[in-house]
Each structure stands twice: as C-alpha cells, then as structure tokens.
C-alpha cells in the first residue's frame, strides 16, 4: 500500500532536510540518489524552497564517498537551491576531524554555489563552509545561516553580522552539532564529555580560533537577533532525535531541532525530514518519509507540528 504524503495546502511550501548521510556516502549511496532524486521530482509539487544538509555528508571525507554526495546533489541543481553544513566526519584524515581540512570545496564548489537562486555569501573566499542564503517562502523572507562543524569565534560573529544586516528576514541556523538527544543543547562548560561527541572534544576543538557548540551558538548568536526561528542538526546517536522552544530576543519562539537516522538500518534507509510551513507561515507541520521505502515515521518524535510566533503561545514555559 503506497504510503500517502498529504498534497501541501496551496500557499505552502517546503524545506526538505538531509541528516548525517555518511553511510550512504560509504555504503548504500543507493538511498543518497532516492533522496536527491524524490527531492527534484517533488520540488514543483510540494514548493521545496530549500534543500538543507546538515551534515556527515561523508563518513571518511575522502574523493569516492565525496563523488557519491556530489551526484546525489547533481539531481537537484536548478529544481531546488541548497546549503551544506559540512559535519565532523567531512574534516580532517579519514573524516577524524583531527584538522579542519575537507575535500567539500572541491566536489562542491563555492563558484557554483553562487550561481545558486538566493545565495548571499561566504565566510571565506573561495570556501563552502560557512555560507548564507535567502528565500521568500509564503508571506515572508527567510535567511538561512549554513555554520561549519563546532563553528570558528570568527564565524559566529560573521554569522551576527549577517543576521543584523537581515532584520526583517526569518532566520533558521543549521550546523551539525548543537542539540543533544535529551532535548537540551550541547554545553561542554555545563556538561563537559558527559554529553558525548560535543565538537569540544575533537581535534577541531583545539583550534585555537575556537569553537562553539550549541549554548554557546545560543548565547552568541541565536539569542541575540530577532527573528531566528530554528535551527537544525544532526550528529548526535541515541535516538537521533531532540526538540526544544526557547524564548528568542523578541519573545518568539525559537525551534530547536535534532535528527539523525544515520544509526539505524542501512544507514537511515532513506529517511528525510520534511518541514511544510502554512500559508500564513505560522504553523510548521514536520514529517520523516523515506523515498527509499516510500514509508513515514509516524511517532510523536517524528511527526509533530510548530507553532510559531510568540513562545508562550508556542510552547510550555522552559524551566
């Protein structure tokens, strides 16, 4: 029995979002081109504004999973503009994020990107890594701030420059490590290694230009401009899934949104996170298909709606 995706309300559109895809990069690139591929035949009828990766796009960063990632995403150049977060597993020697090194700039490059409807600029010349693009979905302009894994201090103050320059623009972070699977966020100065894989304790975290996990995202970034209603990661195992409403700078409610599928069968099988915002833009219904199985994930952690607008409207008051 095929499985039946409800047509979008008319005025709606989508944001299609790719968790940790790095076994398929490895093994099973065969869910990597159902994805791309139901995302392109998809992009008119379900109005998929963006395409939003949110990192792990390869699990060892090295030229063959690296290929498999850039045909996957060939599917959907001009059907619909995307951001890459690039994860741990995309920096570094055999994907250790031991460095900050990745071949991501030379499958993707930042010359094409620009070609890209709405994209706004980079961090660094000639680099993917830290990117920013707009879009007008439904009644309203959206920014979307695409962050390196466990972000620069650089970074995140490029990334304020950026969300002050769009004051009137929704905003949505994605970057790889920023929610953990208890519905928190990442705090190494709370939490230390007791919460697992924070980018504090990589390689990368050694960086002496810094880095930043999800309070400290919060605290610099998202907390501090109006106008952010979500953010996105993946990385994170356990369930590889996490929600959280904070206030934001102006009282509205800020989503905060984990999901990963990477550790269950064959990598995730396929599954994909589908956010459709209402006509009005204040609701956002979220759904996990699999193009691969043709299947939902219809559990409360899966399938849910977002109210936004003010918080305490949107969301049970945060303790």
Do not use: C
């Amino acid at each position: 029995e095929p499985v039946v995706l409800e047509p979008r309300a008319e005025g709606a559109f989508t944001i299609a979002v790719l968790p940790d895809t790095q076994r398929y990069a490895r093994l099973h690139p065969e869910h990597f081109h159902k994805q791309t591929e139901w995302i392109a035949a998809q992009a008119e009828a379900r109005n998929i504004r963006f395409v939003l990766h949110l990192g792990d796009i390869t699990d060892n960063n090295n030229p063959p999973q690296w290929q498999v990632a850039r045909e996957a995403f060939d599917r959907i150049e001009g059907k619909a503009p995307y951001a890459l977060a690039a994860g741990n597993h995309d920096y570094g020697d055999n994907g250790s994020a031991n460095k900050r090194t990745t071949l991501m700039n030379e499958y993707f490059p930042l010359a094409a990107a620009e070609k890209q409807p709405g994209f706004g600029g980079a961090f660094e010349e000639g680099k993917l890594d830290n990117t920013y693009h707009t879009f007008r979905g439904g009644k309203h302009d959206y920014l979307v701030l695409a962050l390196e894994w466990g972000p620069r201090d650089a970074v995140v103050e490029w990334a304020g420059e950026v969300a002050a320059k769009h004051p009137e623009h929704r905003k949505i972070l994605i970057t790889h490590a920023y929610m953990y699977f208890d519905d928190t966020r990442y705090d190494w100065a709370a939490h230390g290694p007791k919460q697992n894989w924070n980018p504090h304790s990589y390689g990368t975290g050694k960086d002496e230009a810094g880095t930043n996990d999800g309070e400290e995202l919060w605290q610099k970034l998202v907390s501090k401009h109006p106008g952010f209603i979500l953010t996105l990661n993946g990385h994170v195992l356990g369930d590889g899934q996490a929600r959280l409403a904070s206030a934001g700078l102006e009282g509205q409610a800020v989503h905060q949104m984990l999901v990963n599928y990477q550790m269950n069968k064959e990598g995730g099988e396929g599954f994909l996170r589908l956010l459709e915002f209402s006509p009005e833009g204040d609701v956002i219904s979220a759904r996990s298909y699999s193009p691969s199985l043709d299947a939902l994930k219809t559990d409360d952690a899966n399938q849910f709606t977002l109210q936004l607008g003010k918080f305490e409207e949107a969301a049970p008051v945060e303790q």
